[in-house]
């Protein structure tokens, strides 16, 4: 006779989604802020000592975004809350730039706001999301 076990499934399928969707509002978000950064430098009088560091902060947000989305969806998927757990970590820093670009860059346009507020909107919901996941792999 062949016995059933329950199998319980932890990982978050709306976390699975919310990275997903994050992904592909990253690259919205990504060419949206170098777009606006060049239009910026053409319009307005853009100190070329400032020109650089937020490209570069720029470029160094997009690298963290991609290690916080293998990480947070990578721990999702296996049930383990170490690589969940860094991608919490990661998205610390990624919530840094972000308001780096929604307060403190050289020129904030309305649409810089928007776009910021709509990605430090979601590092909210997938960190909530994530800290009820890795809740869950420990129990």
Known sequence: EKSLTTVYQLSSVPLQLL????GI??????????????????????????????????????????LRLYFGSKGNLTEEEAPLGLSLVITVGSVILS???????TYVLKADVIIN???LFTYGLESVLKVIAIAAFVS
């Not at 430098?41 to 963290?64: G, K, N, R, T, W």
């Not at 308001?99 to 860059?105: A, G, N, P, R």
Request: proline share 4%; glycine share 0%.
């Open 25 to 66: 509002y990253y690259i919205f978000y990504f060419l949206a802020t170098l777009a606006m950064i060049v239009y910026k430098s053409q319009v307005f009088s853009y100190p070329d000592d400032f020109l650089a560091p937020d490209l570069a902060l720029l470029l160094i947000m997009a690298i963290l975004e991609v």
């Open 19 to 22: 990275f997903y969707v994050n």
């Open 117 to 119: 507020a709509v990605l």
């Open 99 to 105: 308001v780096y670009f929604l307060v403190w860059q």
